[in-house]
């Protein structure tokens, strides 16, 4: 059982930056590819980026490439999501999640096992 735990969100102006982390309970964090996704209102869950087990491979969509990086500390137990510039459009509840057999498929709400309770990330013009 692996437990996450989202934290800095909030509000800041467009062209600023946040940090989100996610800490994960449980020793078998390492093994999970990690994905963050957002969900504004009225909208589906969506993608936002994902990375393997060892921090080599990362995946964004394209609306945050360029803007958003992901990066993981096995040590630590966290993922973290960096977002610079944000833009309005970036207003979302932010969530992580792992999954142990997502694979290709990162871009997928059901190929994870675990989430986290999200953090509101509010975006101002």
């Known amino acids: 059982q692996v437990q996450l735990v989202e934290s800095g969100g909030g509000l800041v102006q467009a062209g600023g930056s946040l940090r989100l982390s996610c800490a994960a309970s449980g020793r078998t964090f390492s093994m999970y590819l990690m994905g963050w996704f957002r969900q504004a209102p009225g909208k589906e869950r969506e993608f936002v980026a994902a990375i393997s087990w060892n921090g080599g491979s990362t995946y964004y969509v394209d609306s945050v490439k360029g803007r958003f990086t992901i990066s993981r500390d096995n040590a630590k137990n966290t993922v973290y999501l960096q977002m610079n510039n944000l833009k309005p459009e970036d207003t979302a509840v932010y969530y992580c999640?792992?999954?142990?057999?997502?694979?290709?498929?990162?871009?997928?709400?059901?190929?994870?096992?675990?989430w986290g309770q999200g953090t509101q990330v509010t975006v101002s013009s």
């Open positions: 999640a792992g999954g142990r057999f997502v694979g290709n498929s990162y871009y997928y709400t059901n190929k994870y096992d675990y």
